[in-house]
Every structure is written in C-alpha cells, then in structure tokens.
C-alpha cells in the first residue's frame, strides 16, 4: 500500500507500465467534473470508475483484495480513510473471478490510513482495504483499475 499525494504519483511511475498513462490521464482530465461511471483508458487494463460512494463507519466497512488488479483510489470531495490488513494475515474467502474482488465482512482492519482530497491511495493484490470510510454520508471519489 502506498498513501502520497498526487502532486507525487509521478514519482511511481515505474512500479506498473500503465502508472504512466494513469498520470496522463489525471493531467488532461479533472476527475472532480466526470460523470459518474466506468471511463476505459486502455480497455480492461486500465480505467477509472468515477463514483459516489456512501460513507461507512469502520464497522461497515468490508475488507477487499483483488488478484488481477491494482487499486488507485483518489478521494475528491472529502477524506476518506482505508482500513488496512496485509492480505497474508486474512481468513481465505471467496473470490469473485467476474468481478476480480474476494471480500471478508465482520472483520476489523489492523491499521487505518486517511487520504485527503489531493491525495491517493494504492492498494496492490498483496493489500487487503476496507474503503469508504468517510463522516459524510456520501463522498465522490475515483478509483483507477490498473492491471497488475
């Protein structure tokens, strides 16, 4: 897992060929004005899901992993704060091929971090998050799938 703001996401760059195309992207497009709904950059590799999301309290919030892809997760209208447990230390679930996403509901993150507007989350296949959590009851945020 990575927290910085996005003034830094060029400084990672090299960790994912398509990194670089996340940059461009957020360099030519204003995610706060986007509609909402899935936006396609490089197919099924790469896109952003432009959403507004209900605000959870960390007892709602469901911890997540992903196989296939990476998460760039980018609050844009207010902090939104990630629960966090390193997937090694997760009970096995079930995964969802379909939808790339295993879930374990009614178990507590270990650690939380909270990303400001400005800010970014990413989240590798080896890092379990609970997003959404927020003290508002709705908050618009992008997510960048960005394949593995």
């Given at each position: 897992m990575i927290i910085d703001t996005l003034d830094n996401l060029k400084k990672y760059e090299s960790l994912n060929?398509?990194?670089?195309?996340?940059?461009?992207?957020?360099?030519?497009?204003?995610?706060?004005?986007?509609?909402?709904?899935?936006?396609?950059?490089?197919?099924?590799?790469?896109?952003?899901?432009?959403?507004?999301?209900?605000?959870?309290t960390?007892?709602?919030?469901?911890i997540e992993?992903?196989?296939?892809?990476?998460?760039?997760q980018?609050?844009?209208?207010?902090?939104?704060?990630f629960g966090y447990t390193p997937r090694e230390a997760l009970p096995a679930a079930e995964y969802n091929a379909e939808k790339d996403i295993t879930k374990i509901p009614d178990l507590a993150a270990e650690s939380y971090v909270t990303a400001q507007?400005?800010?970014?989350?990413?989240?590798?296949?080896?890092?379990g998050h609970a997003p959404c959590i927020a003290g508002v009851p709705e908050i618009k945020k992008a997510i960048f799938k960005v394949k593995a």
């Open positions: 060929p398509l990194f670089p195309k996340v940059v461009e992207f957020l360099n030519t497009h204003d995610l706060a004005t986007m509609e909402s709904g899935k936006h396609e950059i490089e197919g099924k590799d790469l896109f952003v899901n432009i959403q507004m999301a209900k605000g959870k960390p007892d709602e919030a469901v992993t992903h196989d296939k892809m990476i998460d760039i980018i609050p844009l209208t207010a902090a939104e704060t507007p400005g800010s970014f989350c990413i989240f590798f296949p080896q890092d």
